[in-house]
């Protein structure tokens, strides 16, 4: 069921770039029925550009694919009584309604047997079958590594796996899958982390045949581990290039040192490509404190965008967006000496997502923690050089509430249209979390 929210008053929020700038400006937060600027909502779209959907108790996406005919897929997690959390995937018309063609009146949900089944990952096939990724949580057998796969209309693919689905126990207890990327031929990268007893969270890739197994041509038996040095290496996001060489991003916890944003790009057998940043890694430190990897976007010309979060001794954590070169350089030409900070106002802005639009402007979506401890959707859009897009929203930059204060935006997809399509969370007293889209003009 998709609920409309009311709409609520603008609200206040202030900016940063370069990682230095600062300046202040009234985002509105819902749409005029006039408006047709960009990073206004679209009202053609839910409820003047916000769609509601409690699918269940305590139900959160954290994941959004756009399909061709312009379908929106949403993946994350519900809560079923006896079972506990399973996946949750939910498709909508491109008005925002849920589609009756798919599953239950829109809604497919999987459950692995585990007590929590959070799917992370979303991703439709060019065969229109739906992939969703993520974690299966045990009664007492650690995490492993959950994947489903569905036939265009919402029925399990029984070509997958075993009755369409799969998990994978790498024999850590913590086996987390956070990311995915399809091949061309048809093959499936899935990033997250495992851990090992000594040097303790790793990245870890596994690419899996069509059918579901694991591909021996890659790694060891379909797994690939990577260690950045760190107590806690996390795979948060995953791309695969033209010619097969695959980037993986996420954050590397050093010892005692705060975090660093963490890439790594494999070859297609899942070696680490050497002529990648230093043997194929890089771990990145702007502040000295914490900055965090949370997605990836690939450039046609083979820069990599990674998007994120840094933090500020006086403004806390702001959108960190940081552009590599194709070798694994920071990008001089980006930014300042390629990273752009961006500060929402907050004490706590997250970007969780990049896209980007057919023109090369770049769309970073994710959460702002307001003051008041209010959280809002928030969304930034850049030019090619990163500077903040002003013919977008205001001054670049646009949040929206449900009126609930407790809204956060986890995935983001570009329609071929170039509008943008964000998913997430909003909060309400009674119902408790419910999946959360909202759609802003290109």
């Keep these: 069921m998709s609920v409309a929210a009311p709409p609520v008053p603008p609200a206040t929020s202030r900016w940063r770039t370069g990682l230095g700038v600062t300046a202040v400006a009234a985002l509105t937060a819902c749409t005029p029925a006039h408006a047709t ?20 108790p305590e139900s959160r996406a954290r994941a959004v694919a756009v399909q061709p005919d312009g379908r929106i897929v949403a993946a994350g997690v519900t809560r079923d009584t006896a079972q506990g959390d399973n996946f949750a995937i939910v498709r ?18 999987a459950d692995f047997d585990g007590r929590s089944d959070v799917a992370a990952a979303v991703l439709v096939q060019p065969d229109g079958r739906i992939v969703a990724v993520g974690t299966s949580r045990g009664d ?22 075993v009755a369409g689905q799969v998990s994978t ?8 899958g956070n990311a995915a990327a399809l091949q061309p031929d048809g093959k499936l990268i899935v990033a997250g982390s495992t851990h090992d007893p000594d040097r303790g969270d790793e990245f870890v890739l596994l690419r899996y045949l069509p059918d579901g197994t ?5 790694g060891t038996a379909g797994v690939v581990s990577t260690d950045f040095g760190g107590r806690a290496d996390t795979a948060n996001a995953v791309v695969v290039q033209p010619d097969g060489r695959i ?23 899942g070696t680490l490509d050497t002529g990648f940043g230093d043997g194929g890694r890089i771990s990145t430190d702007l502040t000295g404190t914490d900055d965090r990897g949370n997605a990836v976007a690939l450039q046609p010309d083979g820069r990599i965008l990674v998007a994120g979060s840094t933090h500020d001794l006086v403004q806390g954590d702001n959108f960190l967006l940081v552009r590599y070169t194709a070798d694994g350089r920071l990008d001089p030409t980006f930014g300042k000496a390629g990273a752009v900070a961006t500060d929402f106002g907050g004490a706590a802005d997250s970007a969780n997502a990049v896209g980007i639009q057919a023109g090369g402007k770049i769309v970073v979506a994710g959460t702002s923690h307001g003051d008041e401890n209010t959280d809002r ?17 205001r001054n670049g930059q646009a949040t929206t509430e449900f009126g609930k204060k407790a809204d956060q935006g986890r995935a983001v997809a570009v329609q071929p249209d170039g509008r943008i399509v964000i998913a997430g969370i909003t909060h309400d ?7 959360a889209l909202v759609r802003y003009r290109a």
Excluded: C, M
Excluded at 37 to 56: C, E, N, Q, R, Y
């Design 92 to 109: 909508y018309l491109p008005d925002g309604t849920e589609d009756p063609a798919f599953g239950d009146k829109g809604v497919v949900s």
């Design 214 to 218: 694991l591909d021996p041509g890659f």
């Design 169 to 176: 126990d790498l024999g850590s207890r913590a086996d987390h």
């Design 429 to 435: 007293p009674i119902l408790g979390d419910s999946f």
């Design 140 to 161: 007492g057998d650690g995490d492993i590594i959950a994947v489903a796969r569905y036939t265009a209309d919402g029925r399990p693919d029984p070509a997958f796996g």
């Design 37 to 56: 600027t960009p990073g206004t909502l679209d009202i053609g779209f839910g409820a003047h550009g916000k769609v509601w959907s409690p699918v269940g």
């Design 377 to 393: 959707i928030a969304v930034a859009r850049y030019t090619r050089d990163g500077t903040l897009d002003p013919a977008f929203g």
């Design 247 to 269: 980037v993986a991003v996420g954050t590397n916890q050093g010892n005692g040192t705060g975090d660093n944003i963490a890439v790594a790009r494999y070859r297609p057998d």
